[in-house]
């Protein structure tokens, strides 16, 4: 039986599972609409790799160091994809976007992989 620490750090990576595959049908079906010189989008995309670098900087137990690399990397490398999505030219959206939906999913499949595997 899973304690509910664990249980809601799976649900945490089945939320981001659910949102990379989100974020790759809506892509791949042309389904969203992307603002190249947003602000927000800038502000977002550099908020995520600092919230990702801070997890990774972030001391934490020896056992705990897959997810820890997990987490911050993906987010820093989400915010590396999201700032080079603004610079990008437009045909580069869609197929940026399929990427970074599938980096959730490695992310979120990963995760849960490592969760389960303490048990």
Do not use: Y
């Amino acid at each position: 039986m899973l304690s509910p620490a664990r249980l809601t750090e799976i649900l945490v990576e089945f939320v981001f599972l659910l949102l990379g595959a989100l974020l790759v049908w809506l892509a791949a079906n042309r389904r969203i609409a992307f603002d190249n010189g947003s602000r927000a989008w800038l502000l977002l995309s550099f908020a995520l790799i600092a919230w990702g670098a801070i997890a990774l900087a972030r001391p934490g137990e020896l056992w705990r160091r897959w997810q820890k690399w997990n987490r911050g990397g993906s987010l820093v490398l989400l915010g590396l994809v999201m700032l080079a999505m603004s610079r990008a030219p437009f045909g580069w959206i869609f197929p940026l976007m399929i990427f970074a939906g599938l980096l959730l999913l490695v992310r979120g499949s990963v995760g849960c992989l490592l969760i389960l595997r303490q048990h």
